[in-house]
């Protein structure tokens, strides 16, 4: 029965084949043509094509690759360019401060020796009005010591040699000193 099932299937697949026009001569031939019209596009219009895709994904691939390193480039100079801004930020604060620091000692120390200067004149001007009291008493004590030997010419009568004269200035200077 097993050797009868081949032959079988062959009158079927004849019979079959025969309803539907297929000469078993032209498929091969035909088979034969559309292999031979496969390899030739295959390797002249299939080959090249699917090469041309293969460079163009290739391109698209690296263009991607490339696109995803500028955003990383991208962000590390946002980062870096933002630290840098903090810094110079810090570093201005920092300048300012010192500059107000430094303008506060400076304005510290012209005080001071603004003080200094303004103690200095008044201990002058005191030494110029100590001098000028001291001169204006001389100058005090020698009128009144004329006038006094003036008077006492006028009141005995006499007049005065120097040495008595002399004499009623070192008394009169005394008692006005007191």
Not at 84 to 110: F, M, P, Q, T, V
Request: no cysteine.
């Amino acid at each position: 029965m097993l050797s009868t099932m081949p032959i079988i299937a062959a009158s079927k697949v004849d019979e079959i084949a025969g309803k539907f026009g297929l000469a078993w001569g032209k498929f091969f031939a035909q088979v034969i043509i559309f292999w031979i019209v496969f390899m030739v596009l295959k390797k002249f219009a299939f080959g090249p094509i699917l090469a041309m895709l293969e460079q163009r994904r290739q391109r698209i691939a690296d263009g991607e690759a490339k696109l995803e390193k500028i955003a990383r480039d991208l962000a590390e100079a946002e980062k870096n360019a933002k630290n840098l801004l903090d810094k110079a930020n810090d570093d201005a604060a920092r300048l300012i401060k010192e500059a107000g620091d430094s303008a506060k000692s400076l304005a510290e120390k012209r005080q001071q020796e603004a003080i200094h200067e303004a103690n200095q004149i008044i201990a002058k001007a005191r030494e110029a009005a100590q001098l000028e009291h001291e001169q204006l008493m001389s100058q005090l004590k020698r009128e009144f010591g004329r006038m006094v030997a003036d008077a006492t010419s006028r009141v005995t009568g006499k007049v005065l040699n120097s040495d008595d004269q002399s004499r009623i200035n070192q008394e009169t200077a005394a008692q006005v000193s007191l």
